[in-house]
């Protein structure tokens, strides 16, 4: 009977995998850059050279039930990872079976952001619910929304892409996009940065501490810091976030009925200046029936785990 399962997490920069048993207990974890390789076959071989010790060392493939695979773009029905825009691998990759040949196991791929959706409800503060959407405020904003205990897909794999709805029609370029007043473009660690390259242009008589940083050093991390010392722009830039973040966060509501909204990512970090905000908006703009019904929370997952832990649930399910 297979005691473990691995867990691989692509991301733009770096590819975190791991070893997971049935308790989500990650028993050994590496990680290799993804930009690294051009040709995503050389990728391959590198994963390879680094995940087979650790599998042996485990207890070898015949006690391994399979790999899961959390990737931008990556479609659950086909296992192919499909014109990534933050990946060097151009078009449609064909990434499952191409692990699968490799490694000679089964393979289950799916979005990031699903198996983040995935990790919370295997293991996470998700563990008892079916309906609930998770929350990624990263550079970008992704999500999963799990409906009757099951990640909605659509026809093609690629239901929820709830970052790119538009809260602000004609407003802020997206530039991975073209598109014109997303989520993301407001409510992800880059939207915050332009929030305050924004702010500091048009209130140049109000002073800040956020003007002692060049364009290329002002983050999100930034605001928060300054935020923290009482900086009257930083709390307003947290304030105006959080305002768009709970509109958008209602019409979710409103959409599926979710018991709770889990919010992931480094701008969480934030806390209560993101959250507060956040929740009053989007309480003021559900009707009725949806009012005070719907938890909003962090995870409860570390963070450094998760995306191996998400991938990973693919796997047991």
Not at 5 to 14: A, F, H, K, S
Not at 44 to 72: D, F, Q, R, Y
Not at 209 to 223: A, F, G, K
Not at 233 to 258: D, Q, R, Y
Request: one cysteine or more; proline letters at 3%.
């Amino acid at each position: 009977m297979a005691t473990f399962v691995v867990g691989i997490d692509i991301g733009g920069t770096n590819t975190k995998f791991g070893i997971v048993n049935k308790e989500g207990t990650i028993m050994a974890q590496d990680r290799l850059l993804t930009n690294k390789h051009e040709d995503v076959e050389e990728f391959i071989v590198e994963l390879h050279e680094k995940l087979s010790p650790m599998i042996e060392k485990a207890g070898g493939t015949k006690n391994c039930l399979g790999i899961g695979i959390g990737a931008p773009n990556g479609n659950y029905y086909t296992g192919n990872i499909e014109y990534a825009a933050n990946l060097k691998w151009r078009g449609i990759i064909p990434f499952a079976r191409m692990v699968s040949e490799k490694m000679g196991l089964p393979v289950k791929l799916t979005n990031d952001a699903n198996a983040a959706a995935m990790g919370e409800m295997k293991y996470g503060c998700a563990k008892n619910m079916k309906h609930f959407i998770t929350i990624t405020l990263g550079t970008g904003v992704g999500s999963g929304i799990v409906i009757d205990g099951k990640i909605l897909l659509g026809h093609d794999g690629f239901a929820g892409e709830l970052g790119h709805t538009i809260v602000r029609p004609g407003g802020r370029l997206h530039k991975g996009t073209g598109i014109k007043g997303s989520l993301e473009s407001y409510a992800s660690a880059t939207g915050v940065r332009e929030t305050a390259l924004e702010m500091l242009t048009q209130h140049p008589e109000v002073e800040s501490l956020l003007r002692d940083y060049s364009i290329n050093e002002l983050t999100s991390q930034s605001v928060y810091d300054c935020a923290m010392k009482g900086d009257k722009i930083a709390n307003e830039i947290f304030e105006f976030t959080g305002h768009i973040l709970g509109e958008a966060l209602a019409n979710f509501v409103m959409f599926s009925s979710p018991e709770a909204i889990i919010l992931f990512g480094g701008l969480t970090k934030a806390g209560d200046l993101i959250m507060n905000p956040t929740r009053q908006s989007m309480e003021a703009n559900l009707i009725q029936i949806f009012k005070n019904k719907v938890t909003l929370m962090y995870s409860d997952l570390q963070e450094a785990d998760a995306a191996i832990l998400g991938a990973s649930a693919l796997v047991w399910d």
